[in-house]
Each structure stands twice: as C-alpha cells, then as structure tokens.
C-alpha cells in the first residue's frame, strides 16, 4: 500500500488512474484484514451439521453451535441462526430450539410440520423451556459465553428432523448461505465443508458411536460490520500529574440538541425525556442505546488511573462505566494490552487470565467480573459501574516516561475502545521520576528522625 501510494507520488503511475486504484486497494485491503484478530487469531465461531440417522424421507441431524473466541462472546436477546436449503426440505419438528417463522405448509394434510421455510430462521429456546423439548446444551436464551470465562457454556445445541431432503450420503445436500447473528450483524460465515465424521461418547462413557455425515461452517466476527461507530473510549489519569484525559470528543457521536427526545441521543439521568426516549428506542429494536449526556457519547468507557508507585511495584485503577440506559452487560470482560503484564502479581476484584497468542509475547491480560458479585455491569447510573485495582512488579522496562504505564490497546467486550491521542496523556512533572523518588525518600526520612526526636527527648 505505501509503495502504491509513493509510486503516484513521484509520477510512475498514471495520475488519471491512481485516485481509482487507491480506492479500490483500500476497500481490498481493509475487508480483507477487518475480520482478524491479532489477540485471537484463531478465534470463530465454528457450527458443526451432524447427521445421526436417517428416516423416510430425510434424517435427524444434531446442530452444534460452538464459540472457539477466547473473549468475544454473545449476550441477550441472543444468536439467531439462518440458512438456505439445497432442495425443498422442510423441518418436520424440533428439540432444544425453534424456528421464528413457520412458512407456508398449507400444501401438508395431516401432521404439519414445524417449518416450510426455503431460508429458516432458528433460535434457541429459554431456560424455562418444558423438559420434553430440550437436548443437552440447549435452552440458554441464545447466550453464549467466551472460551475464556465460561468454557462450559460456550456451546449450544439443537436437534432437528428434516424432510423431504434425500436418505442417503448420495441424495442429500448439505444447506448453504449460513448467517449468523449475534444478536445483530458482525459475523460472516463460509461455505459448507465436509468433515470428518463426529463422534460421541455415550452417557455411561463405555461407548462410542459417530454421526453418518458431518458439515461444517467457519463464522468471523467483524467489528466494522457490527456497529458503523466505536462502542467505547478510555480515559487516563495519574497520581503524578493534575491532568485528567477525557475520551476525544465525539468518540461514539455528538450531542445532538435539535433532537434531543429522539431515540439514540443522550438524555440526563434526571431528565423528563428519559422514559420516552427508552419507549421510543424499544419500538424501533432492542440493540439501539440511550446513552448518558457526554462529550463522548459511548456506551462504555474505560478509566485508567495510575494510583501508586512503590519501591518494587505500582498500583492501577481501573474503572468501567456503563452510560447506557437500555443495557445490563451480563459476562462484560476487558482485554488490555500492557507490556508489564508479563509481572502482573494481583489482580484485586476481577478475574485475571493471560492471552498469549504468540508463545513469546506474554503483553496482554483478560478481566472479567467475579461470578454473583461484579459480572453484571449496571444499566447508566449510581451502580453503572465496575472497578479493581492491578498490581505490578517493576522490570527493567519500567518507567512512567512517555505515558509507558498507560495500555496500548483496550477491548470491552471484544470490541476495540478508542484511545486519547498519545500527545495529550499525562505527563512526568519536569524533574525525572528518579529525582522524584528521592525527594520523597528524603521526605519520609526527615519526618521519622523528627518525630523520634520529639519522643525521645523529655
């Protein structure tokens, strides 16, 4: 990109044409590198397509959603899963979820199936689902968990009977155009692939039986694709300077006064427009925000203060406020990239865990709240927020020159926070933080020999 770029500069390409080729490599190169994730390279959202037996006039097929991301994960309302049939199957029935739109089955007499949709829509059932529609690892309302909090919860299952598809490896076609939702847009799925056949292990762990066919399909999340504006911005401040940095101005949007009752703009926690804009949000979907009045306009913002610095150690705060009205955040996480993480000793009320894409790069850590206590992230409000303290032992690279103590790079719920600029964070006072340290030594030595002093002498 830079040598294309450098080339139109000096002339080397045609000038007519290089506005429409620069163009067009940006949108090539930008699509193609959105969807990946240098924190988690491997990380997608994989559904497994398995066929277990077959009937009349099709088979019984189990569907496994499973979610290989070690920090993204899918909140409320939930996943809602799509795809095109081959032929002109149809579901005769269902366990563990349900199709949203039956179709038209008017051409059935007798048993009606439970969906003649040529593109059907599944979603998962609630927890309060009766006992004799459900399957293992079903009924969780669409929530999915991250690999990393909640390895257990990070799969889901539904069994369908599908009809009118073919009984036999030869005659049956695997469906195609897979979407996934989560609970907007965001992933892209690719094409149905044959597999290895799926195996099971049966309850008493004596017997292994595997699935006739299986398919799979690869999903990669894009945050560009979900939201068109960042979700949330950090702010930075320090124990060693009077400066507080704000998140930028308009990060996630503008105030918008003209249309201040309409859903989507701010509204102040005592304002009289606050149940009509959260009335008038929930007509047009339940994703859109209600946000707190603020130069930012986010969401979420994310606060980093550093709190103190010992002989052997500093201390950080971090802070999570939620200025959203419409949105309880249930499994919120944050991953931080530092690199004194490799010497993090405690992390005092949230969960901690490394993520280590490359085996020699030890820089960035997961925080996620502690279960019954801080993983709910309150609506906008007195309780809208969550907070822990970080302490680190100091290495040979530490200092707190050139805002080195602040993170390069914060996600909140897998989406990247936007950043202060690097010019405006807070800064060392003139003297060096040596000459600091020593002042301060010199400080508590003087106190003590006082005050023994003063003790000592009648």
Known sequence: MELFILQCNIGSLNKLMCPILLVLLSAITFSSTEAFDALDPNGNITIKWDIMSWTSDGYIAVVTILNYQKYRHIEAPGWKMGWKWAKSEIIWSMLGGQTVEQGDCSKFKGDIPHCCEKDPTVVDLL??????????????????????????NAITSFQLAVGQSGTSNKTVRSPKNFILKAPGAGYTCGSTIFAKPSKFRTPDKRRVTQALISWHVSCTYSQFLAQKTPTCCVSLSSFYSDTIVNCPSCTCGCQNKITQRSAGTCVGSNSPYLASALAIAGKINSYTPVVHCTSHMCPIRVHWHVKQSYKEYWRVKVTVTNFNYRMNYTQWNLVVQHPNFNNLMESFSFNYKPIIPYKWINDTGMLWGIKYYNDWLMQAGPDGFVQSELLFRKDKSFTFEKGWAFPHRIYFNGDICVMPPPDEYPQLPNESNSRITSLLHHQKILVLSLLLLFFTNP
């Open 127 to 152: 927890p309060t689902a009766p006992f004799n529609q459900r399957m293992a690892n079903c009924c969780k309302g669409g929530v999915l968990s991250s690999g990393i909090q909640d390895p257990a």
